[in-house]
């Protein structure tokens, strides 16, 4: 998120320096990896039209940089009731999506899902590549005039000599700011060795909330990368610690259950915060000269275009 509104502020011709308590690139935060789920499938309409608006964004910016981060392989929503799918919203949007039979989604991928229950395709879905995005975010702030600093952690916003600070610490935004109501917490992430062409993200959905619990996605690695969401207990993110195994017994017994050619047993597993606010809804705002872009509540990364154009105009507004 950061980046991506140092990219937005850098190219309207602002000077801009960017801030990062490590390194670029690390692993202790929310944006490392090789992949993070692209949908369309939301059950609200203003994330479905988000989610347009940054696929939009993604796609000048790899026009841009000349870098590939999109992988749009699909994605498939499991439900038992289609109607507690995003199908109605995804109508509304006017956006493609077809219902499909447990038996025909075992016809057309290796995914076995229990009979009685149906699957909502969504062809504009897939995959972004983490890592490469983060780095094209940043090569085109830095073309356009940003300044990196690295190795440079702040503990208090009046040490900043800046006429507007645009915060992206996700769960460490409490140390700046501790009146902003977020919950961090660190989530496990399990690989699994899967041979083969990309199989479509999954989200097996909440019957009742409609949002993701167990999920899988592409992997350009090993071929496989699940999770669940918002499993993970609250943190202290100057902490480290280490994916929780209890968690990955879990993920694995599902991708067993899930992924008939994929080796159940994991070959890697890391850690991921989330920065949650009660609702799961992100906070975009400006307060005096703070303009704050965190939580995103484990969802965030796909709307990374979107949101740092938004935290720009909060900047220069």
């Not at 094209?136 to 600070?165: C, K, M, P």
């Not at 996605?217 to 669940?228: A, E, F, N, V, W």
Request: aromatic share 6%; with cysteine; proline share 6%.
């Amino acid at each position: 998120m950061g980046s991506a509104a140092a990219r937005a502020l850098a190219r309207s011709g602002h000077e801009v320096t960017l801030l990062e308590q490590f390194r670029v690139g690390h692993d202790r935060g929310s944006s490392h990896g090789r992949s993070r789920i692209f949908r369309l499938a939301y059950p609200e309409l203003e994330y479905v039209r988000l989610a347009e608006e940054a696929l939009r964004g993604w796609r000048e910016l790899e026009v841009e940089t000349g870098t590939k981060v999109l992988e749009l392989n699909g994605l498939l929503e499991l439900v038992v009731d289609p109607a507690r799918s995003s199908r109605d919203v995804l109508e509304a949007a006017g956006a493609d999506f077809e219902l499909l039979s447990a038996g025909e989604v075992r016809r057309r991928w290796p995914i076995a899902l229990p009979e009685g229950w149906t699957a909502l395709l969504q062809p504009e879905a897939g995959i972004v590549r983490a890592d490469l995005a983060q780095r094209a975010f940043l090569d085109s702030a830095l073309a356009h005039g940003a300044q990196l600093r690295e190795e440079t952690r702040v503990d208090s916003l009046d040490d900043l000599d800046a006429e507007v600070v645009v915060v992206t610490a996700g769960a460490w935004v409490r140390r700046l700011l501790p009146a902003v109501p977020v919950r961090p917490t660190r989530e496990t992430l399990p690989y699994f060795r899967r041979e083969g062409a990309a199989l479509p993200s999954i989200g097996q959905l909440d019957p009742e909330t409609r949002g993701h619990v167990q999920y899988s996605l592409h992997d350009p690695r090993y071929g496989l990368k699940s999770g669940i969401h918002h499993a993970g207990g609250e943190i202290d993110p100057d902490e480290p610690g280490e994916p929780d195994p209890c968690l990955v017994e879990q993920i694995a017994g599902w991708v067993a259950r899930r992924h008939p050619d994929a080796d159940p047993e994991p070959v890697a597993a890391e850690t991921c915060l989330y920065t949650n606010t009660a609702d799961e809804r992100f906070i975009l705002e400006r307060r005096g000269r703070v303009v704050i872009g965190s939580a995103c509540s484990g969802h965030g990364f796909k709307f990374a275009p979107a949101t740092g154009r938004r935290l720009a105009d909060l900047a220069t507004g």
